[in-house]
């Protein structure tokens, strides 16, 4: 069942569309793995090699199937910095002065960069979904997550927080959603205040980034690393809007390993808490079954064979290739490389089916 799309389709094709689905994944049963027509799983090998097989078409249901084995035999990927448990306190205290949360994903991940308490937290409160990074996706990714979320009744805005990219936008559903606050007070014969929108989301999503294009000075600290902004603020935009930058929240445990992966992948996690070389070679193995990325580019890319599909073996010949065998150097070289599209931009994710 070859399946012509740039992401990876979830493995759970019966999640519902009335709650954004957090990839909890429980092992696939032996039935899940037959797709296709196919009996033999590709992730079959033996002992940790982290390797997969190849096939001429790439199924994205069968495929997170792998991506699932590819992971099992790794070290747990966890992230949570000490600072994320005060400002998670802190967070819940500020949301009750919040006429409207503007909530910042991953465009390429915008399912990993859920956090599973985050409806919870919100309530019946307003909300604005803004998918950051929509120039490292295509038009067809961003189509079929306008769609999908579209059919949940959550307005989206697709942003580009380095260049300011929807920000303007962003700025009119903030106070338009708001605009009822100001009405009720009028009522009640107080004057009208600014409208209130507090901006959360993971580390390194480009919260920071949005708010200072929307104040197009550099108003909060920002840089392409995970845990910088470590402090709840304020901060005023004109004299309608006031816009809360707040730290990245994670969950104190991260159960699906594939999502953290992920997370690892687009530098969403602190780099101590994953291994460099697993997740360099987990990619490898990503990119050569993305139909818009495939082995060639690797091949283009470090001139170098990467038909085998095996990405332990991969980082290790770049190493001897580029880095005088440092396995590290050759790893972190190819993530780089994914994270500022020398392969040609490509999303992890697709929406559910």
């Known amino acids: 069942m070859g399946v012509e799309v740039l992401g990876l389709w979830l493995p759970n094709p019966a999640v519902q569309f009335n709650r954004p689905p957090f990839l909890h994944l429980s092992p696939p049963t ?13 992730w079959q090998g033996s002992g940790n090699d982290v390797c997969g097989g190849g096939g001429e078409e790439t199924d994205w249901y069968d495929f997170e199937t792998d991506l699932y084995h590819w992971t099992k035999p ?4 966890q992230w949570y910095p000490g600072h994320i448990a005060k400002t998670e306190k802190e967070l819940k ?3 009750k ?26 309530g019946n409160r307003k909300r604005i979904l803004v998918l950051n990074r929509e120039d490292m996706i295509s ?38 959603l708001a605009a009822s606050v100001n009405v009720k007070r009028r009522e009640k014969g107080l004057l009208p205040r600014p409208v ?8 390194n999503v480009g919260k920071s980034s949005l708010i200072n294009r929307l104040l197009k000075r550099r108003m909060c600290p920002a840089a392409p690393r995970p845990g910088v902004t470590r402090e709840l603020r304020w901060v005023r935009f004109g004299n309608d809007l006031e816009l809360l930058d707040s730290p990245g929240i994670i969950p104190m445990r991260i159960s699906d390993q594939s999502a953290a992966i992920k997370l690892a ?9 994953y291994d460099v070389t697993d997740v360099a070679a987990i990619l490898v193995q990503i990119l050569t079954k993305l139909p818009t990325v495939g082995a060639k580019a690797l091949n283009n890319r470090y001139k170098m064979d990467a038909d085998d599909f095996c990405g332990k073996i991969f980082v290790q010949k770049l190493s001897v290739h580029l880095f005088n065998g440092d396995t590290h150097q050759a790893a972190f070289r190819i993530l780089s490389d994914f994270r500022k599209g020398k392969f040609g931009w490509a999303a992890l994710e697709r929406p559910p089916r």
């Open 97 to 122: 002065l919040m006429d409207v949360v503007i909530e910042v994903r991953d465009a390429r991940i915008p399912l990993s960069t859920t956090h599973p308490q985050m409806d919870a937290w919100l």
């Open 30 to 42: 032996r039935a899940s793995l037959i797709v296709g027509g196919k009996s033999t799983p590709s």
């Open 74 to 77: 790794l070290r747990p990927v």
């Open 265 to 273: 992948i687009c530098d969403d996690i602190g780099e101590r808490s």
């Open 139 to 176: 038009k067809a990714d961003r189509n079929a997550w306008a769609t999908y979320f579209a059919r949940q009744g959550i307005k989206v805005v697709f942003s580009n927080g380095q260049l300011g990219m929807g920000t303007m936008k962003l700025s009119r559903f903030a106070k338009s």
């Open 93 to 95: 205290e500020q949301l």
């Open 196 to 203: 209130r929108a507090g901006i959360v989301g993971y580390p």
